[in-house]
């Protein structure tokens, strides 16, 4: 079980962080659109195929989908995966990962 407090606590965090880069994006005239996806939220499902299927609905209106990496290397996307690695090789627009 997670513990529900701590999981709360990182939804806010990062709804904070989320808030704050488009905030940073607007300042210079751009219109962000953000969503935060948590891959818990739908049983069964990675949220790389939720974020692939997001920027599929909006195909027209994304140029780009910056997404954050926690650099596990070459072993641990072998055996797990990486959703960075997936979306810059799945999506068609442009993909910016940071770490």
Do not use: W
Request: proline fraction near 1%.
């Amino acid at each position: 079980m997670v513990n529900k407090q701590l999981e709360k606590r990182a939804r806010l965090e990062a709804e904070a962080v989320v808030l704050k880069l488009k905030n940073q994006c607007e300042s210079y005239g751009l219109k962000p659109e953000c969503k935060l996806l948590l891959g818990h939220e739908r049983v069964g499902s990675a949220v790389k195929y939720d974020i692939h299927e997001y920027v599929k609905t909006k195909q027209k209106d994304v140029d780009m989908l910056v997404c954050g990496s926690r650099g596990m290397g070459a072993m641990g996307r072998a055996f797990i995966g990486s959703v960075a690695d997936y979306l810059v090789h799945n999506l068609s627009c442009a993909v910016v990962v940071v770490k």
